[in-house]
């Protein structure tokens, strides 16, 4: 089976004005000059994923400026053997619209026809900076499994948020906690349970995969003590850690001090201590493993978006990537500034042009 947009329409996005693609299953390699609209693109791909994209911009500034006050995104999409005309819209700053062959839908729905997994350059510092980007990258897999993680994360923030509004205004009546607690608790134990599945899944297809990437041990690790294995434990870690936490002004304790821990596999070094090469290689290797464990889970393998990454590699190793791209059979969207740097897909890929016009990108 396959998964891939055969149609694209951009209209009012971030530099593009209106632009009409029609794509042929096969990866879709873009190529242009700097500032030309390619990770524009890559982005509104992005939109069709439950959440804020790969940009984690907001509606509004992902709207065409001067005179835009909205933008949409339509496409034809390939899913479980059939086609859908899916859509997405933002007017004028409000929240996110879907629908789905004409009937409105919720992001979740969409996102679960339509898997995305991406690749941009501000992973790069992934392995370095800290542990927030790390449990977003891994909230990102585990919502490609299953696109209710997204759901679960958004309630337990709000929850957070509130918990720590009182918090910060020192309020010590119990009740006002005890509600909010109940669903951190809740949501927090689903978020642990996906991200640990979700490592199980990377794991597997890590194991399987011989493209000629590094493979990278994966842990989960807490900042301080471990993870409360239940949600009821973990209500109850909430419950306990009130005075603690009143005294900090935070929640400090729950899967928001989850942190990832990897390290390259056939040398015994963390993640943060290899050169940048292994470290951008290390991610490769963990965005092919999503994909070949979600190709496994759902009978096709998801749509790859990977912003600048060809760039950043070898030629062996960007070979390997085009060769476990094709063999997985996914539709990727690459970018790069020439078209060099595709030349070993040869004709595995579709080719995109990317300029800048006199009324924002235009795409050939
Ligand atoms: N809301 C917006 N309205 C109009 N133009 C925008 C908006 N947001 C970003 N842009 C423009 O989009 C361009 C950047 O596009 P994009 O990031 O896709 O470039 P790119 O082709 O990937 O370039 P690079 O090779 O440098 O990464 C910039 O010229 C920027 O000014």
Not at 68 to 95: C, N, R, V
Not at 97 to 123: F, N, T
Not at 325 to 342: H, K, R, S, V
Request: net charge negative; aromatic share 6%; with cysteine.
């Amino acid at each position: 089976m396959t998964l891939a947009l055969t149609e694209l329409t951009v209209s009012h996005f971030r530099s593009h004005k209106l632009a009409r693609l029609s794509l042929d299953g096969r990866p879709v390699a873009i190529h242009g000059p700097n500032g030309a609209g390619k990770t524009n693109i890559l982005e509104a791909v992005s939109m069709f994923s439950p959440g804020r994209g790969m940009r984690r911009a907001s509606a509004a500034e992902m709207t065409r400026r001067p005179e835009a006050l909205g933008w949409k995104l339509s496409g034809l999409l390939q899913a479980q053997g059939q086609s859908y005309e899916i859509e997405t819209w933002s007017e004028a700053g409000a929240a996110r619209q879907v629908r789905i062959d004409g009937k409105s839908a919720s992001q979740i729905d969409l996102g679960k026809l339509a898997r995305v997994v991406w690749l941009i350059p501000s992973m790069d510092r992934l392995w370095i900076e800290g542990a927030e980007g790390r449990r977003r990258f891994l909230d990102r897999i585990a919502l490609s499994f299953d696109p209710a993680h997204a759901e679960a994360s958004l309630i337990y923030e709000k929850s957070m948020r509130e918990r720590n509004r009182l918090l910060k205004e020192q309020v010590r009546d119990a009740h006002w906690y005890a509600a909010l607690e109940g669903q951190m608790a809740e949501t927090g134990h689903r978020i642990h349970v996906a991200r640990m599945a979700a490592l199980d899944h990377l794991r597997t297809a890590q194991d399987q995969a011989e493209t000629g990437f590094p493979s990278a041990d994966l842990e989960l690790v807490q900042t301080e003590g471990a993870m409360p294995e239940t949600a009821d434990d973990l209500r109850e870690a909430l419950n306990e850690s009130r005075f603690r936490d009143l005294a900090a002004g935070r929640t400090l304790v729950g899967p928001h001090r989850s942190d990832l821990y990897g390290v390259f596999a056939a040398k015994g070094v963390p993640a943060k201590d290899c050169s940048t090469g292994e470290q951008k290689a290390l991610l490769v290797s963990l965005i092919l493993s999503n994909a070949r464990a979600l190709a496994g889970m759902i009978g096709a393998p998801p749509i790859v978006l990977l912003d600048e990454v060809a760039a950043h590699l070898d030629a062996g190793r960007r070979a390997a990537l085009y060769d476990e791209i094709c063999a997985l059979g996914a539709q990727a969207w690459m970018t790069g500034t020439g078209p060099e740097l595709f030349s070993e897909l040869g004709d595995r890929a579709q080719t995109l042009v990317v300029t800048e016009g006199d009324e924002g990108s235009v795409v050939d």
